[in-house]
């Protein structure tokens, strides 16, 4: 009887479903999250996001479920702040952080991404700024081939929005890009700070660049 029971116990052990690591939590909300985009959604209008662990960013969803491919976090008019902690992000999105609302602001820190489908040039960058703020901190963007004549990071508002944009510690490696440099600044107040390793392309005349 004991024999017995000793093989259901291990049989138990060996066809239970392995636990789902928790990839982000969001300070002061309770929950386990998956995806950029779900731990958005948790928010209201402003709020934090802490990565918990390497994983794989995947894209955001549409409000049918289906795959929204233009970036795994759509920022919206929401002000969120990333903390990395110093974990990779893999991704092979068309963007990981799309900014499309002039109220929305975004804080990214401690973080590298890094661009998995090797040889094959993604039609699109990492960052993309088509209206708001963004601030990056100490953001390493790796192995990223872009094929366009987007950049791997695009700072592109309209005129009628020039918000502020800062890039600390921001470093390339082993980035391609057939666009002008692997950044792009158009219609943006930027101040470039601390340990950076880029290339720097300014369209605009009246950027204000610190």
């Known amino acids: 009887m004991k024999k017995l ?3 259901l116990t291990a049989a138990a052990i060996a066809v239970a479903p392995a636990a789902v690591a928790q990839n982000l939590s ?3 909300v309770e929950g386990e999250f998956k995806t950029f985009q779900d731990a958005f959604n948790a928010i209201e209008t402003e709020g934090t996001i802490n990565v918990l662990q390497d994983f ?12 929204n491919e233009n970036a795994a976090l759509l920022v919206g008019a929401k002000k969120i702040t990333v903390n990395g902690n110093g974990h990779t992000i893999d991704f092979a999105t068309f963007y990981v ?6 109220a929305g602001s975004l804080n990214v820190n401690n973080l590298t991404l890094n661009y998995t489908k090797g040889e094959p040039a993604s039609t699109r960058g990492a ?6 703020s963004i601030n990056l901190t100490n953001v390493t963007i790796s192995n990223l081939n872009v094929a366009s004549s987007s950049s791997v990071i695009s700072l592109n508002n309209s005129n009628s929005n020039i ?9 390339m490696v082993n980035c391609t890009t057939t666009s002008n440099a692997e950044v792009l600044l ?3 107040n930027l101040t470039i700070d601390g340990d950076c390793a880029f290339s720097l392309y300014v369209t605009n005349a009246n950027t204000l660049f610190t």
């Not at 952080?97 to 002039?102: G, R, V």
């Not at 960052?127 to 708001?132: A, E, F, L, M, T």
């Open 163 to 171: 918000p502020s944009a800062s890039l600390n510690g921001v470093k």
């Open 5 to 7: 029971l000793h093989f």
């Open 56 to 67: 794989t960013a995947t894209p955001a969803k549409k409000a049918d479920g289906t795959s």
């Open 26 to 28: 969001v300070e002061g």
């Open 97 to 102: 952080f799309n900014l499309m609302d002039a």
């Open 186 to 188: 158009a219609n943006n």
């Open 127 to 132: 960052i993309n700024v088509g209206r708001g």
